[in-house]
C-alpha cells in the first residue's frame, strides 16, 4: 500500500467540488486530511495523506491537476515528542513501514526515522499526541485541531 502526504492548492473556483468523495469513489483512495484552509471563493489549501495503491494515488492526483489543483509531496518529518510518549505501542500496530516498533526483550517502542514514509497513521492513533508532522521550522501539526 502506498501512504504519502501531500499539499494541495485549490484554485479559487473549485471550493465547491467534492474532491475527497471522488478521491474515495472513484480512485479508493483513503484520505486523512491534516489541515484544510478552504473558503467560498478562494484559493484552498490542503494538507492531505493519501493511502491506497500507488497507481490509484497517482490517477488521482492527475484527476486534481484536471481541475488546477497544484499539487505537492510534502517532504514531511514525522517526529515523536518523547516527553509525551508513555511508551503504550499503540503505534507499531499500524505503522505500515516498521519505523515504530516494539524492541525485545524490553518492549520500549523504538521509532526509526529513516524507515518513516510520512504517512502519518501514527499521528491520529497516539492517545496523547506524541506523533508529530513537522511542516518546517516554524509550525508542526498534530491531530489536535485537524479534520478526520
Ligand atoms: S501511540 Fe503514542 S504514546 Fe503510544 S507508543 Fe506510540 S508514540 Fe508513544
Ligand atoms: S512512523 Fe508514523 S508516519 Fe512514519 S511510517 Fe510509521 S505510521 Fe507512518
Redesign the pocket.
Known amino acids: 500500500m502506498y501512504?504519502r502526504i501531500y499539499i494541495l492548492r485549490f484554485p479559487k473556483d473549485t471550493s465547491e467540488q467534492p474532491f475527497i468523495y471522488q478521491l474515495v469513489k472513484q480512485y479508493d483512495i483513503e484520505s486523512n486530511i491534516l489541515k484544510a484552509d478552504i473558503l467560498p471563493h478562494r484559493e484552498g489549501m490542503m494538507i492531505l495523506g493519501l493511502k491506497g495503491s500507488k497507481s490509484n494515488v497517482k490517477a488521482g492526483l492527475e484527476y486534481l491537476q484536471g481541475f488546477g489543483v497544484r499539487v505537492e509531496r510534502l517532504a514531511a518529518g514525522?517526529r515523536r515528542d518523547d516527553e509525551k510518549c508513555f511508551q503504550c505501542g499503540a503505534?507499531t500496530g499500524?505503522?505500515?513501514?516498521g519505523?515504530?516498533a516494539l524492541h525485545r526483550p524490553d518492549m520500549a517502542v523504538i521509532?526509526d526515522p529513516d524507515k518513516?514514509?510520512?504517512?502519518?497513521?501514527?499521528?491520529t492513533i497516539c492517545p496523547v499526541r506524541a506523533?508529530e508532522v513537522s511542516l518546517g521550522q516554524n509550525w508542526a501539526l498534530t491531530d489536535g485541531g485537524m479534520s478526520a
Open positions: 501512504t514525522i503505534c499500524i505503522c505500515p513501514s519505523a515504530l521509532f518513516c514514509t510520512g504517512c502519518s497513521q501514527c499521528v506523533m
